[in-house]
């Protein structure tokens, strides 16, 4: 028997099934990740596979929302691993090595949608394949099916670290209008007054920057984990048992729609410039420390070949304006 095999129970109902998602790692194209979407996704009523495997389920007459998730978690290969959640609820990997993840990135979007399924909340459910490679799938929707679009007032990704983020802008600039931002955080916000959600302009890249040019309102939703892509990630699991709670009652047609996406907004707002000198900070101080930054690359399931290939694509690019054919 595959050891992917005896990894399967597809009840994910409850705290037990949200650790048992974070039990699969699950690289892109993986035999893992097809086992997993055979048992935890393919069953659901109503799903449906794209020509790039992204799952779908529509909920309600033409919704106006769409939910989104990736399946996908940053690993070196595909296997059961062993979580372990403390005395506050804290869950993390038991023996955390170099190549692993704990996968709450995105484990716990995809646990919250599920769950709003199964609620039989209304919205557009996409459950992306290859996020981490580059949000192949969500790529794939924008360039070959947008029409599944045409209907969406707001893209609503739970794949956010940290607890309080509602994203109004990511590497396409300005996704998200303010007031949309601070409606669906207000909202939150009473929906459980422990919650600090607030509008954040901090974004970089998700799903749902894929569709800023089709969609009003594209952000990003934080559900609770940290240290993502590497294993010493964490997940704050009451975080996410309450913001799952909330989302059963959250009423949607609330939310303000103010953005128009044919409008690419000439705007810095700031981010990229801390980052691009972010950059020129990392860049000195991994000539200083080569072989910890290899190290930590190394934790975050880096492959030499991977990086090789983006080292070639960057002088490509920078030499002579060309660039590789790269899969999509």
């Known amino acids: 028997m595959r050891e992917y095999d005896r990894m399967a129970n597809s009840d994910v109902a409850g705290r037990q099934g949200l650790l048992e998602i974070l039990s699969w790692a699950r690289p892109h194209d993986s035999a893992v990740e097809r086992a997993f979407c055979r048992e935890y996704l393919d069953p659901v009523p109503g799903m449906i596979s794209d020509g790039f495997g992204n799952r779908i389920v529509t909920i309600g007459t033409r919704p106006r929302v769409l ?80 029409g599944l679009l045409r209907d969406i007032d707001a893209a609503i990704a739970f794949d ?107 705007e810095n707002w700031g981010y990229y410039d801390r980052a691009r000198s972010d950059l020129g900070n990392f860049a000195d101080a991994v000539a200083d420390h080569p072989l910890l930054a290899a190290r930590m690359l190394e934790e975050c399931g880096v492959a030499y070949e991977d990086f090789q290939l983006m080292a070639w694509d960057e002088d490509m690019d920078d030499s002579s304006g060309y660039r590789p054919l790269a899969a999509s």
Not at 238 to 265: G, Q, Y
């Open 67 to 146: 939910w989104s998730c990736h399946i996908d978690t940053v690993a070196a290969r595909g296997r059961q691993q062993d979580v372990k959640i403390d005395a506050h609820g804290i869950v993390s990997l038991c023996k955390g090595k170099p190549g692993m993840s704990l996968g709450a990135d995105d484990g716990a979007g995809l646990w919250i949608m599920l769950n709003m399924i199964a609620a039989g909340r209304p919205g557009l459910y996409v459950f992306h394949r290859g996020e981490e490679r580059g949000c192949l799938g969500s790529r794939w929707i924008r360039r070959n099916t947008p």
């Open 160 to 266: 956010r670290a940290g607890r309080e983020d509602v994203i109004t802008h990511q590497s396409y600039g300005r996704t998200c209008s303010d007031a949309f931002a601070i409606s669906l955080a207000g909202a939150l916000n009473r929906l459980n007054p422990n919650f600090r959600y607030a509008p954040d302009d901090s974004g970089v890249f998700t799903d749902t920057n894929e569709y800023a040019d089709l969609v009003p309102e594209c952000t990003n939703l934080s559900v609770g984990y940290r240290g993502q892509h590497g294993p010493t990630e964490t997940l704050d699991i009451r975080h996410c048992e309450k913001l799952l709670a909330a989302m059963l009652r959250l009423d949607p047609a609330r939310l303000v729609i103010e953005r128009d996406p044919t409008i690419r907004e000439a």
